[in-house]
T-cell receptor, first 111, second 111 residues
Framework: DAKTTQPTSMDCAEGRAANLPCNHS???????VYWYRQIHSQGPQYIIHGLKNNETNEMASLIITEDRKSSTLILPHATLRDTAVYYCIVGMNTGFQKLVFGTGTRLLVSP | DADVTQTPRNRITKTGKRIMLECSQTKGHDRMYWYRQDPGLGLQLIYY???????NKGEISDGYSVSRQAQAKFSLSLESAIPNQTALYFCATSDSGRGYTFGSGTRLTVV
């Protein structure tokens, strides 16, 4: 499984866009990029995933570079409730998904 | 009702005791997983199951066992609990199209 590298922590002002980077330089051609978040000690929550095209849903946008070696999760208008640990993970979309969770980025949204 | 339900939510047990953590899901997914999370760390895979007849060890299976009683039920047992098994335990399900759906977790303390 490809490994990912994320900053340990980031800060963001409420109402501003939060841009969370992730490096995955060893990603293979058929691996997807997944993003999850974990609020306090709750179960991780799926946010979004993508293969090579940019993706958007009601929660966030995912921008994947053309060489697929890095990506950025964008929360367009961060709220206090978006304070959480954000995990960037790569894995297969078919068959067994052995998603490897690292330590993620701790995002703090402040008033 | 939650899609993935874990019981109990919290448990304190003594060293050497056998304890079972239970997980049930209403997602209709074939794949189920047990993860462990230690404070400030990411999630580590304990066991996973493709379907009722398929059980596989994850990264840290020593000291744990599982039972897949039905498609919707996947239980985790600690045969003889020890203090370093004190952690937050998460059950999850997945299908081939999207990511995981996690339960709310079981906080286990072994004294």
């Amino acid at each position: 499984d490809a490994k990912t590298t994320q900053p340990t922590s980031m800060d963001c002002a409420e109402g501003r866009a939060a841009n969370l980077p992730c490096n995955h330089s060893t990603i293979s051609g058929n691996e997807y990029v997944y993003w999850y978040r974990q609020i306090h000690s709750q179960g991780p929550q799926y946010i979004i995933h993508g293969l090579k095209n940019n993706e958007t849903n009601e929660m966030a946008s995912l921008i994947i570079t053309e060489d697929r070696k890095s990506s950025t999760l964008i929360l367009p208008h961060a709220t206090l409730r978006d304070t959480a640990v954000y995990y960037c993970i790569v894995g297969m979309n078919t068959g067994f998904q052995k998603l490897v969770f690292g330590t993620g980025t701790r995002l703090l949204v402040s008033p | 009702d939650a899609d993935v339900t874990q019981t109990p939510r919290n448990r304190i047990t003594k060293t050497g005791k056998r304890i079972m953590l239970e997980c049930s899901q209403t997602k209709g997914h074939d794949r189920m997983y047990w993860y462990r999370q230690d404070p400030g760390l990411g999630l580590q895979l304990i066991y996973y199951s493709f379907d009722v007849k398929d059980i596989n060890k994850g990264e840290i299976s020593d000291g744990y066992s599982v039972s897949r009683q039905a498609q919707a039920k996947f239980s985790l047992s600690l045969e003889s609990a020890i203090p370093n098994q004190t952690a937050l335990y998460f059950c999850a399900t997945s299908d081939s199209g999207r990511g995981y759906t996690f339960g709310s977790g079981t906080r286990l303390t072994v004294v």
